[in-house]
């Protein structure tokens, strides 16, 4: 290991590479015996370069002498396996270091699943939405809720979803399979983040395709009988459910303060923390709706005052009216779909559709385009409650 001259030309050119150095230099990823070079403009640098890397070259000779001889064959018979992938016993070692959780911690499913619900309520999140995760997590988990959560493979996912059965002993829908997933797929993803997984094992399980059906409608006549059916302690937040396009949960959360009546337009104002998608909206009112609220509008108190803003207390009030309303084919959430569906006929623009129903301009012309006429949608928005 010596300084080599290079040529005049060269030297002439660049100054900087008029001596150069070649030594040894070991973690290539296909040779520990790779070769480097380097440039030095004086002699004097290139000749204390060589110093340095000699004694490094002395120092690492008696560092391998040092080490017992099962390790060396070890390490030999470790590079012989790897000589097929083209790879050095650094990239290996390397690669299974990061395979490990980062953190080093054994944190149980159990535990894991109580610091995320605190994290979940911390973050301003529903108590629907802790419980869910919950429900699911401790599902998947039974009889092994003190294990790592560094242990979930996979295959483990996998073979619970494809397993689970509803208590009237039945597979999960296309759309349940999905949503367990989704939440399973949180709970793995908090703890990659926290430092206790070294990946989410749900990106290794495909969600199930999903093939779109035509939403059923209801017809205008439909409308006049749930309404006229319709109890009046539930009537205000079915009426702009049906005429507004609001979900249930927005329904379930509106105040009487968010019916923003005046003589140039009518509205429901959304606010993000009602809102499915955090993001706040105005809806437009028919007229023959404004009409209808403007006598029963109150204080600030919610409009379905029985539900005091649950959402589990609307939904049951309204699965069990559904029930009592004979000679109407009434679907879980047939009054959003028509109302959406009936005001894409009339508007022939998805964006704006979009913005007002709290929807995505891709689903709407997915599920919901052209599906109804004008004139039928003139005549839905015309019911009066």
Same mark, same amino acid.
């Given at each position: 290991?010596v300084?080599?001259?290079q040529?005049?030309?060269?030297?002439r050119?660049r100054?900087?590479?008029?001596?150069?150095?070649?030594?040894?230099?070991?973690? /290539?990823?296909?040779s520990?015996?790779?070769?480097?070079?380097r440039?030095?403009r004086?002699?004097?640098?290139?000749?204390?370069?060589?110093?340095?890397k000699?004694?490094?070259?002395?120092s690492?000779?008696a560092l391998?002498?040092g080490?017992?001889?099962?390790v060396?064959?070890?390490a030999?018979?470790?590079?012989?396996k790897?000589?097929p992938?083209?790879?050095?016993?650094?990239?290996a070692v390397?690669?299974?270091?990061?395979?490990?959780?980062?953190?080093?911690?054994?944190?149980s499913?159990?535990?894991?699943?109580?610091v995320l619900?605190?994290?979940i309520?911390?973050?301003?999140?529903?108590?629907r939405?802790?419980?869910n995760?919950?429900?699911?997590v401790?599902?998947?988990?039974?009889d092994?809720m003190d294990?790592?959560?560094?242990?979930?493979?996979p295959?483990q996912a996998?073979?619970?979803?494809?397993?689970y059965?509803?208590?009237?002993?039945? %597979?999960?829908?296309?759309?349940?399979?999905?949503?367990?997933?989704?939440?399973?797929?949180?709970?793995?993803?908090?703890?990659?983040?926290s430092?206790?997984?070294?990946?989410?094992? #749900?990106? /290794?399980?495909?969600p199930?395709?999903?093939?779109?059906?035509?939403?059923?409608l209801?017809?205008?006549?439909?409308?006049?009988?749930?309404?006229?059916?319709? %109890?009046?302690?539930?009537?205000?937040?079915?009426a $702009?459910?049906a005429?507004?396009?609001?979900r249930?949960?927005?329904?379930?959360r509106?105040k009487?303060?968010?019916?923003?009546?005046?003589?140039g337009?009518?509205?429901v104002?959304?606010?993000?923390?009602?809102?499915k998608?955090?993001?706040?909206? #105005?809806?437009?009112? %028919?007229?023959v709706?404004a009409?209808?609220?403007?006598p029963?509008?109150?204080?600030?108190?919610? $409009?379905?005052?029985?539900?005091?803003?649950?959402?589990?207390?609307?939904?049951?009030?309204?699965?069990?009216?559904?029930?009592?309303?004979?000679?109407?084919s009434?679907?879980?959430?047939a009054?959003? &779909?028509?109302?959406?569906?009936?005001r894409?006929?009339?508007?022939?623009? &998805?964006?704006?559709t979009?913005?007002?129903? /709290?929807n995505?301009?891709?689903?709407?012309?997915?599920?919901?385009?052209?599906?109804?006429?004008?004139?039928?949608?003139?005549?839905w928005?015309?019911?009066?409650?």
């Amino acid at each position: 290991m010596v300084p080599l001259r290079q040529s005049a030309t060269l030297a002439r050119k660049r100054p900087d590479r008029t001596w150069a150095v070649y030594f040894p230099s070991g973690g /290539g990823e296909s040779s520990s015996e790779k070769v480097a070079r380097r440039f030095f403009r004086l002699k004097a640098e290139a000749e204390a370069f060589c110093a340095v890397k000699r004694a490094e070259v002395a120092s690492l000779g008696a560092l391998a002498n040092g080490l017992d001889d099962d390790v060396k064959r070890e390490a030999l018979l470790c590079l012989e396996k790897l000589k097929p992938f083209g790879v050095s016993l650094m990239v290996a070692v390397d690669w299974f270091l990061k395979a490990q959780p980062t953190s080093g911690l054994k944190v149980s499913i159990a535990d894991a699943l109580k610091v995320l619900q605190h994290r979940i309520t911390a973050d301003g999140y529903s108590k629907r939405h802790s419980r869910n995760v919950g429900q699911i997590v401790s599902s998947f988990g039974r009889d092994r809720m003190d294990e790592p959560v560094s242990t979930i493979t996979p295959h483990q996912a996998q073979e619970w979803l494809d397993g689970y059965r509803t208590r009237a002993n039945q %597979p999960l829908s296309v759309v349940a399979f999905n949503t367990y997933r989704r939440y399973l797929s949180v709970f793995c993803n908090y703890c990659v983040k926290s430092g206790w997984m070294a990946s989410n094992p #749900l990106v /290794g399980v495909r969600p199930r395709k999903l093939v779109a059906a035509v939403p059923r409608l209801l017809s205008p006549a439909d409308l006049r009988v749930i309404l006229g059916a319709c %109890p009046e302690e539930l009537k205000p937040v079915v009426a $702009i459910q049906a005429l507004c396009g609001l979900r249930v949960a927005e329904s379930a959360r509106l105040k009487w303060s968010d019916v923003m009546l005046s003589e140039g337009a009518n509205y429901v104002r959304i606010s993000a923390d009602v809102a499915k998608t955090s993001r706040r909206r #105005l809806t437009p009112m %028919p007229d023959v709706l404004a009409d209808y609220l403007k006598p029963l509008r109150m204080g600030d108190g919610y $409009i379905y005052a029985e539900g005091k803003g649950s959402v589990d207390s609307l939904q049951k009030a309204l699965c069990v009216f559904r029930r009592s309303v004979a000679g109407v084919s009434w679907g879980k959430n047939a009054l959003r &779909a028509s109302a959406l569906s009936y005001r894409l006929a009339l508007t022939k623009n &998805a964006a704006s559709t979009a913005y007002e129903m /709290g929807n995505s301009p891709s689903v709407l012309m997915a599920s919901y385009f052209e599906i109804a006429t004008a004139a039928a949608a003139t005549e839905w928005f015309s019911v009066t409650p």
